[in-house]
């Protein structure tokens, strides 16, 4: 048990009772505790494997190739159509986790040997993302965009891809891109600082 995750713990003012469940779950798996992303993580050979997640609505324990593992109970969750390798179970009640008690250690062995055996979840390439219509007319119409936009390393492409696609009103996905050219010229990524 790692006293950083005790910390996180006593912090907790929603979910308090569940975390301690689930960590009490994992940490009955050959796992090592750590604090990563400022939420309990267990890992194998310096592997994530599985986190724990609280939020507002739920909390979850979050499987890091979660897309790799076989889901006979049918209760892995896709977070959002853009998230290609974890998959969630999320709790809203100590009940739920108990009554999954035995499931979730089955999932978390699973895991643990898809880390060991070295899989890796096929990923979409960035040419498999949507590039909206608005972007795609400044990339024809300014070479030096385009030039700048392929220099950027494939996830912070993908990045601007999904910003930019993900607004539903034209509008909008013009007034994005004009926001964020200036920070592709530089080579910056959207989220940098």
Partial sequence: MNPKVDAYISKLEKWREETEKLRAIVLDCP????????????????????????FKDYCALLFTKGALLKDPKGILIQQTENVQSARQVRFTSLQEIVKLQATLKTYIRAAIEVEKAGLKVQRKSTEDFEVAEEFQAKLDKLPKLKKAFEALTPGRQRAYLLHFSSAKQSKTRESRIEKCMPLIFEGKGLNDD
């Fill in 31 to 54: 796992v090592t505790e750590e604090l990563k992303w400022g939420v309990p993580c267990y890992t194998v050979d310096d592997k994530n494997v599985v986190l724990i997640h609280s």
